[in-house]
C-alpha cells in the first residue's frame, strides 16, 4: 500500500510523508544531515556503506539504513543516538582500513567525502591488524585513472555507467577484501568517456587525468553555466583558477542533465585555451589577410556593406545555430531592419531541414511537440534515424533510466548504432534511410485499426496515399521481419502517450526532413496522445528558428552569390567550405561573392577566402539565453573569458550596426514568450499525401558507419586535441563474425574500397560493431574513411581488402 | 540484409573475439549450448547464472570468451557476466580436468594424514594445487569436509567419495581413471575415424 500518507516519528516530532517513499529522503526533506557515501538520487538504493543508518524505536530494528527503506506507517526514527553514531564511525574505520590514506598529495582533497565524513565522525586510532590489499593502478585510458586502492567500492561508478549510461564498461569484481571495481579481464577502459564515473567518485579512486592539477580545492573558483556542444543544453559546474577552467562536473539535481554529461560536456574545453584561437581582426589586403584593429576591421565591413547597398546589390547573412537567442534577434535586426534584406539564413545542419522542411508543413512550425520530459512518461517512445547515445548524449541517459530504472521499454528504429540498441525494445534494424517506409506502415496499420484522428486537415487524402505501403512491402523494404513491424504497430495502437523521436546529426543515413514529415504526419494523425521531439544537432537551433534566422535555404544564397547577385555575405559561426556538403559547391559561389565577412573563432577553410575575419567568442565565453531540444530555455553564463581580442558575436553585430549608424535594441526581450511568437505562430496540423519512395538499392558489401559525434562532432569540438584522440580516426571496426570470415586479426592493415576511391585504416575487432557494418569515426573531410564519404548521409558500402 | 540483423546468428562469434585469453581451443559445443538455452528458456537476463552453470557443467569452467558470449546473448555487458562469475565460488574460469580430484582437507581427514594423500596424487599427476594436468585429464584441488569423516581421509573425484585411502589405494585409483580415460578416448578416436570416412 504504497503512496498513503502517514505520520511517523523524526527525533521525536511527528512528520508526515507517503508509504513507499525512501526514509533518507524524508530525513533529507527535514534538513538532517544523513550521510550517505554509496547513495545517488540518479540510481536505485544499494545500502552498500551503512553510513546512513538511523534507530528506529518503535519495537522494530534497531539500526536500519535509511536508504533503502520505505518509510512505513508508526514509524519512529532516530537520528543522532549514540549507537547511530558509533556505528557510523565503525563503518568508516573499516572503510579507511583498505584505503590509502594519502590526504596530503591526492587529487580530491578537501573535495572529498569520505575525507569530511572521517573528519566529522573522528575515526577510532586504534586499526585492526591486516594489510592493505594491493591493487594496481589503472593509468592506461587516454583520460581516467583508476586508483583501486583508494576505492571504498560504493558501486556507485559501477551502477551509474549501467543503470543511467547503459554501458557497463566496469564492474563489481570478485568478493570481500579482494573485490575491486575493473573492467572485463582488467582491460583498459573503452567506453563514452562521458565521466559519470569519475564525477561520482566520493574518493579519489577516478581521477581526469586532464583536470590533474595542484590547485587545491579551496583555492578554486566554482561556477555554473551551461553546455553548447550540442542542443542538449547540460548544466556544468566548472572550477576555476585565474580565470581558467582546471575542472567540469555536473551535479545531481542540478540542470536537466541532472549530473550526467558526455566527453565534450566533460572534457572538451581545451578548445577554449587552443592556439589557434582568433584574436585579432584579419583583413585582406593586396590579397592576404593581415591583422587589424577592431576599428579598421569593422569600417572596412560597414563600408562594403554601405557600398553594396548603394549598387542596389543583396546584403546576405548565414549564422551558426549555436547563437544565442539574443545575438540571434542582434543579427535578425541588423540584417532586416538596418540593412533591409530578407537574405538571412541558418546552415544545411540536418536538424535545420528536418524541422523547416519536415516538421513546419505538418505541425505548422519548426517545432517539436513533445519534451524530453514525456520521455521519462510516455508509454511508447519511438526512437528514428539514429542512437541518441552518440549525438545526443542526455536524450540517451534518459531513455537508459527508463528503461534499467522503471523498466519501460522504448523502441530503437535504426541502421547505425552505438550501444542502445541493447536496450531498445523492440530494437528494429532498419536498411539504410528506410525510416519514411516504416511511418507508412505504421500510418497505414494505424488508420486500418481506426486509431487514428480522422478530422486532421488532408487526413483521407494523407490515408489514401498510404495504400501501398503493407506489412509485406514495409518488411522487404526495412528488412524487419513483418511479424515484428505489426506487433509493434499494434503496441503503439493501445498505447496511451506515444513520443516519436527523430535524430539528427552528420552521417546518419537517410533524408531527415522526409523521415521528419512522414513522423510529424503520424504523429498529427495519433492526435494528441503523440508528441514529436526533433533532435536538431546545435545548441540553439531551436533559439535561432524562432528568432527567425532561417528566412532563406543555404541553397537560395549560393545561388544568388553564384549569380553574382550577392554583394555583401555575412557567415556568422559558419564554415561552408569546411562544413558544408561539397554538392552545393561552396567555393565557386564564395568566390563570386565580391565581400565576405566570416566571424569565427578559428582561421577556418571559409575564413581564409574571406576578406575579413573577426574573432568571435565561444561556447562558455558567452553570455545569454537558449533553447535546448526540449524546448526549455537555458541560461549560458561567461564564466570565462574569450582570449583577448575576441569578442562575443553579439557585441560585434552592435559594433558593426554603430558604424552602420542603425539604432538596435539596446534590451532584447528574451523571455519565453518574446522568442517563441517572433516569427512563427502554431496552427491546426495538415496533412498531405506521402511522396514515392523507392530506396535505392544497397551496393554489396559492408556498410560503412561514419560513427560521428559521441566525442566530436566535427565542427568546433575537433579543435579539441583531448577529443580528437578519443575516437581514433586510422580504425576501423569490424565485428568478430565478419573480422573470421575476411581473416582479419586486430592491427592488420586494411584497405576500405568503395567506388573506385580506397583509404588505409587498421583493423579493430569490436563485439560492438553490428555483423555487416563496419565502423570509421569520421574525423575531418580529409582524413581517413571520411574520404570515402561524400557528403555523410549518403550510405556507403565497402569492400575490405586485407593489405 | 540478412547478416545486419541482430538475430541468433549461425556461427559463434567467441572464437574471433579480441584478447581471447585462453590460448586452448574451446569446445564449440559450449556455444551451442549456449544458443540453445537462450532461445529455449523465456526470460532475459534473470537467466544468467542457470545457463553460466549450464555451460560450467560441460565444459568444467568458463573461459573468458565464452562469458562474453553469453554477455551478448542476454544483452549483458561481459564485465556484468565476468562479475557474477568471480563473486560466486563455485563457477571457475580455470579449466578443471575430465576428473577432478577433491582432497578432503576436514579436520578428520586432516589428522589422518589428509596432506599425504595430496602428495601422491601431486607426484601421480605432476600437477600442484589448483592446477591441471596438460591433457586436462587430471586437475588437483583441497577442500572443506565433504561430510565423509568416517571415511577419513577421504577424497572425492568427481561426484564418486573414495574413503580409508592410503598411497596405495591412492596409486590403484589413479590408475583406474587414467585407463579408464584411455578406453574413452580410444572409442571416440574410433568414431571420429568413422565420421571421417563419410
Not at chain 1, 569565427?600 to 577553410?605: K, N, R
Request: charge should be negative; glycine fraction near 10%; proline fraction near 5%.
Amino acid at each position: 500500500m504504497n503512496g498513503q500518507l502517514v505520520t511517523i516519528t523524526v527525533n521525536g516530532q511527528e512528520v508526515e510523508a507517503e508509504t513507499g517513499t525512501g526514509l533518507l529522503d524524508v530525513l533529507r526533506g527535514l534538513d538532517l544531515d544523513i550521510p550517505t557515501l554509496c547513495h545517488d538520487d540518479r540510481l536505485t538504493p544499494f545500502g552498500g556503506c551503512r553510513l546512513c543508518v538511523v534507530e528506529r524505536k518503535d519495537g522494530r530494528g534497531g539500526l536500519i539504513p535509511a536508504c533503502s527503506t520505505p518509510v512505513q506507517r508508526g514509524m519512529a526514527i532516530e537520528t543522532e543516538t549514540d549507537e547511530v553514531i558509533e556505528s557510523r564511525r565503525r563503518n568508516l574505520q573499516l572503510l579507511v582500513l583498505n584505503h590509502r590514506m594519502e590526504c596530503p598529495v591526492c587529487e580530491r582533497s578537501g573535495d572529498c567525502r569520505f575525507q569530511e565524513l572521517i573528519y566529522l565522525y573522528g575515526v577510532p586510532e586504534e586499526q585492526l591488524l591486516f594489510e592493505r590489499v594491493r591493487h594496481p593502478r589503472d593509468e592506461d585510458s587516454p583520460v581516467i585513472v583508476r586508483d583501486p586502492e583508494k576505492c571504498i567500492l560504493c558501486g556507485k561508478c559501477v551502477r551509474l555507467c549501467d543503470e543511467v549510461q547503459g554501458v557497463a564498461e566496469i564492474g563489481l569484481v570478485s568478493r570481500g577484501l579482494e573485490a575491486v571495481v575493473t573492467t572485463m579481464l582488467d582491460r583498459p577502459l573503452d567506453c563514452e568517456f562521458c565521466g559519470q564515473c569519475v564525477n561520482a567518485c566520493p574518493v579519489g579512486a577516478l581521477i581526469a587525468k586532464p583536470y590533474i592539477n595542484e590547485i587545491p580545492a579551496w583555492l578554486r573558483e566554482h561556477r555554473t553555466t551551461v553546455c553548447s556542444c550540442c542542443s542538449c543544453g547540460c548544466e556544468l559546474d566548472a572550477e576555476l583558477y585565474e580565470g581558467r577552467i582546471i575542472r567540469v562536473t555536473s551535479s545531481p539535481g542540478g540542470g536537466a542533465n541532472d549530473g550526467t554529461l558526455c566527453a565534450k560536456g566533460w572534457l572538451g574545453w581545451d578548445i577554449l585555451s587552443n592556439p589557434e584561437r582568433l584574436t585579432r581582426p584579419l583583413v585582406r589586403k593586396d590579397g592576404g589577410l593581415e591583422e587589424a584593429s577592431w576599428a579598421e576591421a569593422l569600417a572596412v565591413v560597414a563600408d562594403a556593406a554601405s557600398k553594396a547597398r548603394g549598387e542596389g546589390r543583396r546584403i546576405a547573412a548565414v549564422a551558426t545555430p549555436r547563437l544565442t537567442n539574443e545575438d540571434a534577434l542582434l543579427l535578425r535586426h541588423l540584417v532586416e531592419d538596418g540593412l533591409g534584406s530578407d537574405w538571412i539564413g541558418l546552415g544545411p545542419e540536418a536538424g535545420v531541414r528536418a524541422l523547416l522542411e519536415g516538421v513546419t508543413p505538418v505541425l505548422g512550425g519548426p517545432f517539436s511537440t513533445a519534451s524530453l520530459q514525456d520521455l521519462k512518461e510516455a508509454d511508447l517512445v519511438l526512437v528514428l534515424r539514429g542512437d541518441p547515445g552518440r549525438t545526443h548524449p542526455l536524450a540517451k541517459n534518459i531513455l537508459v533510466r527508463r528503461h534499467r530504472q522503471q523498466d519501460l521499454p522504448f523502441a530503437l528504429a535504426a541502421t547505425f548504432t552505438g550501444g542502445l540498441e541493447r536496450h531498445a525494445r523492440p530494437f528494429l534494424r532498419l536498411a539504410p534511410g528506410t525510416e519514411p517506409a516504416l511511418m507508412r506502415f505504421l500510418g497505414r496499420e494505424l488508420a486500418g485499426q481506426g486509431v487514428l484522428d480522422d478530422t486532421v486537415e488532408g487526413y483521407r487524402e494523407w490515408n489514401e496515399s498510404l495504400e501501398s505501403y503493407t506489412g509485406s512491402w514495409a518488411a522487404e523494404v526495412t528488412g524487419v521481419p513483418e511479424e515484428t513491424l505489426a506487433q509493434f504497430a499494434q503496441s503503439m495502437a493501445v498505447a496511451q502517450k506515444v513520443v516519436v523521436v527523430v535524430v539528427t546529426g552528420r552521417g546518419l543515413p537517410g533524408d531527415e526532413a522526409e523521415t521528419a514529415r512522414d513522423a510529424a504526419s503520424l504523429v498529427a494523425a495519433l492526435g494528441a496522445k503523440a508528441g514529436l521531439l526533433v533532435l536538431g544537432e546545435k545548441a540553439n537551433l531551436q533559439g535561432c528558428l524562432h528568432a527567425g534566422l532561417a528566412h532563406k535555404s543555404p541553397q537560395e544564397m549560393l545561388r544568388v552569390a553564384r549569380e553574382g547577385d550577392l554583394g555583401w555575405l555575412y557567415l556568422v559561426g559558419q564554415d561552408p567550405v569546411g562544413a558544408w556538403p561539397r554538392s552545393l559547391s561552396v567555393r565557386d559561389a564564395l568566390k563570386s561573392a565580391p565581400f565576405v565577412v566570416v566571424q569565427d573563432a578559428f582561421l577556418t577553410g571559409t575564413a581564409r577566402l574571406a576578406d575579413v575575419v573577426l574573432p568571435a567568442a565561444i561556447l562558455v565565453e558567452r553570455q545569454g539565453t537558449g533553447i535546448g531540444s526540449d524546448g526549455e530555455i537555458r541560461r549560458y553564463t561567461r564564466i570565462v573569458e574569450p582570449p583577448e581580442g575576441a569578442l562575443q558575436d553579439g557585441v560585434i553585430i552592435r559594433g558593426l550596426a554603430k558604424r552602420l549608424g542603425i539604432e538596435l535594441p539596446s534590451e532584447i526581450d528574451t523571455t519565453a514568450a518574446a522568442i517563441g511568437l517572433t516569427k512563427y505562430e502554431r496552427r491546426e496540423a495538415r496533412l498531405a499525401p506521402v511522396g514515392s519512395m523507392n530506396p535505392a538499392p544497397i551496393a554489396e558489401g559492408f556498410l560503412l558507419d561514419p560513427s560521428p559525434q559521441l566525442f566530436h562532432s566535427g565542427s568546433t569540438t575537433t579543435r579539441s586535441s583531448l577529443l580528437r584522440g578519443l575516437a581514433p580516426g586510422i580504425t576501423v571496426w569490424i565485428a568478430p563474425a565478419d573480422a573470421e570470415a575476411e581473416g582479419l586479426c586486430n592491427g592488420d592493415a586494411v584497405r576500405l574500397v568503395a567506388e573506385g576511391r580506397e583509404v588505409l585504416l587498421q583493423a579493430g575487432i569490436d563485439r560492438r560493431v553490428a555483423p555487416g557494418t563496419v565502423v570509421a569515426p569520421w574525423q575531418s573531410r580529409s582524413d581517413g574513411a571520411s574520404r570515402l564519404i561524400g557528403e555523410g548521409d549518403e550510405v556507403v558500402t565497402v569492400q575490405l581488402r586485407r593489405s | 540484409m540478412a547478416e545486419m540483423r541482430n538475430e541468433v546468428t549461425e556461427e559463434p562469434a567467441g572464437s574471433g573475439l579480441i584478447d581471447a585469453q585462453a590460448p586452448e581451443e574451446i569446445d564449440s559445443e559450449a556455444y551451442r549450448i549456449v544458443d540453445r538455452y537462450v532461445s529455449e528458456q523465456p526470460g532475459g537476463q534473470e537467466q544468467l547464472i542457470p545457463l553460466l552453470h549450464r555451460v560450467q557443467e560441460y565444459l568444467g569452467y568458463l573461459p573468458f570468451p565464452v562469458q562474453e558470449y553469453v554477455a551478448g546473448k542476454l544483452g549483458l555487458s561481459p564485465v556484468e557476466v565476468y562479475a557474477v562469475v568471480s563473486f560466486y565460488h563455485f563457477f571457475t574460469t580455470t579449466p578443471r580436468g575430465r576428473y577432478q580430484l577433491k582432497v578432503c582437507m576436514g579436520t578428520a581427514c586432516f589428522v589422518n594424514n589428509a596432506q599425504t594423500i595430496c602428495d601422491v596424487l601431486g607426484d601421480l599427476s605432476g600437477i600442484e594445487l589448483g592446477g591441471v594436468t596438460e591433457d586436462r585429464l587430471f586437475s588437483l584441488e583441497q577442500v572443506r569436509c565433504i561430510g565423509a569423516c568416517g571415511l577419513a581421509p577421504a577424497l572425492m573425484v568427481n561426484d564418486e567419495a573414495h574413503g580409508h585411502l592410503t598411497p596405495i589405494t591412492v596409486r590403484k585409483i589413479f590408475r583406474k581413471l587414467k585407463s579408464a580415460a584411455r578406453k574413452e578416448k580410444n572409442s571416440a578416436g574410433g568414431e571420429a575415424d568413422s565420421e571421417n570416412k563419410h
